[in-house]
């Protein structure tokens, strides 16, 4: 079992930032490829981006590219979401999944967080 616990969320005007942050226990961290989804209040959830075990390998959603970058510490079991020129659109509950399959976690992730609220106001 991986738990992971999400921090880092909150409301922020439109153009702002925020980092999120997913602390990882229960396994070896090094070995999960970590990735974000998020979901919109009406809408389905949808990736946002992930980041291979040993950190050279990112893939992006098209609507954050050149706005958010992931990235992880394996000596603190962390993987953090760094989110720049927030939009409205960007409000949405922020979850930080895990899956030893790099290629599976965009899909279909073994491991899910609890989410963490972020509010973008216009």
């Known amino acids: 079992q991986v738990q992971l616990v999400e921090s880092g969320g909150g409301l922020v005007q439109a153009g702002g930032s925020l980092r999120l942050s997913c602390a990882a226990s229960?396994?070896?961290?090094?070995?999960?490829?970590m990735g974000w989804f998020r979901q919109a209040p009406g809408k389905e959830r949808e990736f946002v981006a992930v980041?291979?075990?040993?950190?050279?390998?990112?893939y992006y959603a098209e609507f954050v590219k050149g706005r958010f970058t992931i990235s992880r510490d394996n000596a603190k079991n962390t993987v953090y979401l760094q989110m720049n020129s927030l939009k409205p659109e960007d409000t949405a509950l922020y979850y930080c999944a895990a899956d030893p399959i790099f290629l599976r976690l965009a899909k279909m992730p073994e491991y899910w967080g609890q989410g963490t609220q972020v509010t973008v106001s216009s």
């Open positions: 229960g396994r070896t961290f090094s070995n999960y490829a």
């Open positions: 980041i291979a075990w040993g950190g050279n390998t990112l």
